[in-house]
């Protein structure tokens, strides 16, 4: 049983464009939910994350937004840059359980 | 530099070996993982540790083993119960009790099971 579910495993993105990129969850105890990038033979790096008491979070050119109702959130990334193609995970925790629960991630190719 | 360190970075064995894989962490955090990632599939959780002298099974703890002797150190023992090791194994470490659980990752080890 899939928690956080990343629906699309890849996106191709022109260079200078936005970058749209998707998670749905189905645990409503979820409350953090964090976005990370990781490039092909290293580990993940910590890129954003939202808590549930908010709907948008913003950092220079990256920003998540949360949909609680839909029990969705996306990463925007403006403008793309080359640099940005690399494998995304969403990734959820929520109570007193430390545990990180993640999506199968989303590959993103930014064409020149 | 604080950071976590595994190694190898690639590790080719026998079928029927158990292999040990490394991770150390200097950035002081109680809380280390072990991961596994097969192509296509996102972080799968192997084991656990909150704290020295504990830890619990994650959702594929099976062929597994693991030890918290140290704070810094976690190592990850595959053994020959597990029935498909080839794969690339992900080392983390956070700060728990916070609400926001960033985990820091190692670089990853490759295993490749002949």
């Known amino acids: 049983d899939q928690q956080v579910k990343q629906n699309s495993p890849s996106l191709s993105v022109q260079e200078g464009r936005i970058s749209i990129l998707n998670c749905d969850y189905t645990n409503s105890m979820f409350d953090y939910f964090l976005w990370y990038k990781k490039y092909p033979a290293e580990g993940p790096t910590f890129l954003i994350s939202i808590s549930s008491i908010k709907d948008k979070n913003e950092d220079g050119r990256f920003t998540v937004f949360l949909n609680k109702s839909a029990k969705h959130l996306s990463l925007h990334i403006v403008p793309s840059q080359p640099g940005d193609s690399a494998v995304y995970f969403c990734?959820?925790?929520?109570?007193?359980?430390?545990?990180?629960?993640w999506g199968a991630g989303t590959k993103l190719i930014i064409k020149p | 530099d604080g950071g976590i360190t595994q190694s190898p970075k690639y590790l080719f064995r026998k079928e029927g070996q158990n292999v040990t894989l490394s991770c150390e962490q200097n950035l002081n955090h109680d809380a280390m993982y072990w991961y596994r990632q097969d192509p296509g599939q996102g972080l799968r959780l192997i084991y656990y540790s909150q704290i020295v002298n504990d830890f619990q099974k994650g959702d594929i703890a099976e062929g597994y083993s693991v030890s918290r002797e140290k704070k810094e150190s976690f190592p990850l023992t595959v053994t020959s119960a597990q029935k498909n090791p080839t794969a690339f194994y992900l080392c983390a470490s956070s700060v728990p009790g916070l609400a926001f659980n960033e985990q820091f990752f190692g670089p990853g080890t490759r295993l490749t099971v002949l």
């Open positions: 990734a959820a925790s929520g109570g007193s359980n430390y545990q990180l629960i």
